[in-house]
C-alpha cells in the first residue's frame, strides 16, 4: 500500500535543527506566521547499511522547474496524485538523475562538510538567507490532533512533511508496504535572485532503483546485466540515448527521432525494447539491432511516446520493462526548430 497524504509542500525557510544521536532528523521550519510546517529529513536508515544515500544537482535542469511555477501552487501543503505527467516526483521513471551518482553519507562526523547534516545545511541556509528563495518539500503530510510541535512551539498542532526519501524499491519487511511509483521524496530549492535551481534527493542502501510499473515493489529475478541495487543502476548497461530531434521544422508529425549511441564493443539485439515519454506512451522498437561503438536513430511513429516541445522526458526499456537509460530536456531546449538537442 503506497504512502498516504503525499504531496508537496512550498516554503520559505527561517530556521534548522541539525540532526543528532538522539533524533536522526534534519528539521526545517517553515512559512512562520502563515500555516507554518515542519520539514522533517532523515539523516540515517533503521535498515542496515545506516548511511543514507545522497545526491545534490546544484544547477537543476529538469522540465518539472516549469512545471512547479506554472502550477502556480499556493504556500503550505498541495496534495498530489502519484500519476505521471505532473509534479509528483519518481526516481526511476522521472529521469530525475542518475542514481549511480548517488554517495553513502553519515549523519554527523567531526570536520566540514563530509556528512549529511553539513550536505543539507548548505543548502538550507542559503534558503534561510535569501528573501526570495523558496523550498518545495516532496513526502508524506501529517497533522497532529492537538499539543505545539516539540521542535518548533511555533507550530500548534505539529504539521509537516515527512518520507523526504525515495519510497519505492523497498524489500520485505517493515517499510515494503510504504511502496509505490510517483510517490518519491525530495527537496528542490528555487532561488529565483539567480535564476537558479537547486535539487537534493536521498534513498536507503536497502532500496533498489529496478521497480515493478505498478507496485513499486522491487522487480524480483533481475535478469544478468541489471541488477537492482544503487550501486549498480541501469546506467551500466552500454546503450545510452544522445541525443533527439524534438522540434522538427514545421512540427511534422512523424519526424521527432531519437539518437542512441552503443559503448560496448558487441551488437545488441533491441528487439522488444521500448522509447517511453513522460506520460508512460511508448513506440516498440521492433526487429533492430545497434551495432557495436555504433549509433542508431529511431524514428517515433507519433503514435505512442511523444516529445512535447514544452519539456519532457525520454526513458529507454529493455524487452523485460526494465529502464536502461534515461534523459530530459526542457522547454528552453525545444524552443529552436530542426535541430537536434544533446541530451
Known amino acids: 500500500m503506497p504512502i498516504a497524504n503525499y504531496g508537496v509542500l512550498k516554503g520559505t525557510a527561517s530556521q534548522r535543527i541539525l540532526a543528532t544521536k538522539n533524533s536522526e532528523h534534519f ?16 539523516t540515517q536508515s533503521s535498515e542496515a547499511p545506516s548511511e543514507v544515500l545522497f545526491y545534490v544537482v546544484d544547477d537543476f535542469r529538469h522540465p518539472i522547474t516549469d512545471t512547479l511555477q506554472q502550477a502556480g501552487l499556493t504556500s503550505g501543503f498541495t496534495s498530489l496524485p502519484s500519476t505521471p505527467g505532473g509534479i509528483a516526483l519518481d526516481f526511476i521513471r522521472g529521469n530525475l538523475f542518475d542514481p549511480a551518482q548517488m554517495t553513502p553519507l553519515p549523519s554527523s562526523l567531526p570536520g566540514d562538510n563530509n556528512d549529511l547534516n553539513d550536505r543539507l ?10 528573501s526570495d528563495a523558496v523550498i518545495y518539500a516532496f513526502g508524506q503530510h501529517w497533522q497532529d490532533s492537538g499539543g505545539a510541535d516539540k521542535y ?40 529565483p535572485s539567480r535564476n537558479r535551481w537547486t535539487a537534493v534527493f536521498t534513498a536507503f542502501q536497502s532500496q533498489v532503483f529496478h521497480t515493478d ?27 545510452r540515448i544522445i541525443a533527439a530531434l524534438i522540434n522538427p521544422k ?10 542512441l549511441l552503443n559503448k560496448s564493443l558487441k551488437a545488441i539485439d533491441l528487439t522488444g525494447w521500448q522509447i517511453a515519454d513522460k506520460l508512460k506512451n511508448k513506440d516498440m522498437l521492433g526487429h533492430v539491432t545497434i551495432p557495436a561503438g555504433d549509433t542508431l536513430k529511431i524514428t517515433l511513429t507519433g503514435k505512442g511516446a511523444q516529445l512535447s516541445n514544452k519539456g519532457g522526458i525520454i526513458s529507454l526499456l529493455n524487452k ?8 530530459t530536456y526542457t522547454k528552453a531546449d525545444a524552443d529552436t526548430e530542426g535541430e537536434l538537442i544533446e541530451l
Not at 510499473?213 to 546503450?239: C, F, H, I, R, Y
Not at 523485460?320 to 534523459?327: R, Y
Open 27 to 42: 528539521q526545517i521550519l517553515v512559512n512562520v506566521g502563515d500555516d507554518p510546517h515542519r520539514i522533517a529529513i532523515n
Open 121 to 130: 545545511d548548505l543548502y538550507v541556509q542559503q534558503a534561510i538567507h535569501d
Open 152 to 191: 518548533f512551539p511555533a507550530i500548534k498542532p505539529s504539521t509537516g512533511i515527512h518520507d523526504i526519501h525515495m519510497n519505492q524499491g523497498n524489500k520485505p519487511g517493515s517499510f515494503f508496504k510504504d511502496n509505490g511509483i510517483y510517490q518519491d521524496g525530495g527537496l528542490i530549492f528555487h532561488f
Open 213 to 239: 510499473d505498478v507496485t513499486g515493489n522491487p522487480v524480483a529475478d533481475l535478469p544478468p546485466g541489471n541488477p537492482g541495487d544503487p550501486g549498480q543502476p541501469e546506467t551500466d548497461t552500454p546503450v
Open 250 to 259: 514545421g512540427n511534422e508529425v512523424g519526424a521527432e527521432y531519437i539518437i
Open 320 to 327: 523485460e520493462g526494465l529502464k536502461v537509460d534515461g534523459a
